[in-house]
């Protein structure tokens, strides 16, 4: 194997055996041991999939990124993913000058933007700068690519998006439907879990 996949697979060892030793909280709390082993797994597989997405507008990375991974341990994941979820929002729906100004736009809502970024900045830039297409979809991958994580047990968030459910069809108009589809509609699509009747 030559010195520099010998180098890779060197720092990807780093990398796993740092988020391996990191413990995670969730909503303030530790994780479970199987769930923080599942979050460690899962932010490895992350750093891989942002070197071949480097690779793939031509950026290689030339160390190991300490401080990211230092940073993205001592967050709470729901602010890891709440931010990322706003990065991509913003992303997709607004338009930014540059990719400071798109950070400025962000770091009023997630003060640590720009350390949860920073594995990806130079693409962020090349999208903002030049309008890149490669330099978008890698952006947008890569702010995706951990909202995949799926985590048993976490009942709050179970609980929040049936709530965010019922809220949403609580908020859609009724008009349109006479009573009889409204009636088929509800027995499709029950308000409740409990009433899987058909």
């Known amino acids: 194997m030559s010195n520099s996949k010998n180098q890779v697979v060197s720092t990807w060892e780093i990398v796993e055996a740092k988020l391996r030793r990191a413990l995670f909280l969730f909503q303030g709390q530790r994780l479970s041991d199987q769930n923080n082993q599942m979050v460690a797994d899962a932010l490895s597989l992350w750093y891989l999939a942002s070197d071949d997405l480097l690779r793939s507008v ?3 990375r ?3 990124d300490n401080r990211w991974l230092n940073r993205l341990s001592s967050l709470d994941l729901v602010e890891v993913f709440s931010a990322l979820k706003g990065a ?3 992303l997709l ?5 540059s990719y400071d100004t798109f950070k400025q736009y962000l770091r009023a809502e997630f003060p640590f933007i720009g350390d949860l970024l920073s594995p990806m900045s130079r693409v962020f830039a090349s999208w903002f700068t030049c309008e890149d297409q490669d330099a978008f979809s890698a952006c947008h991958c890569w702010l995706c690519f951990p909202s995949r994580l799926n985590l048993p047990g976490l009942v709050a968030l179970e609980d929040a998006a049936f709530s965010g459910y019922l809220a949403r069809e609580e908020s859609l108009p009724t008009d349109g439907f006479t009573e009889e589809e409204a009636q088929l509609i509800s027995t499709w699509f029950p308000r409740s879990l409990e009433l899987n009747q058909f």
């Open 58 to 60: 031509g950026i290689s």
């Open 88 to 90: 991509d929002l913003a």
């Open 93 to 97: 729906t607004q338009d930014f000058s």
């Open 62 to 64: 030339d160390s190991l």
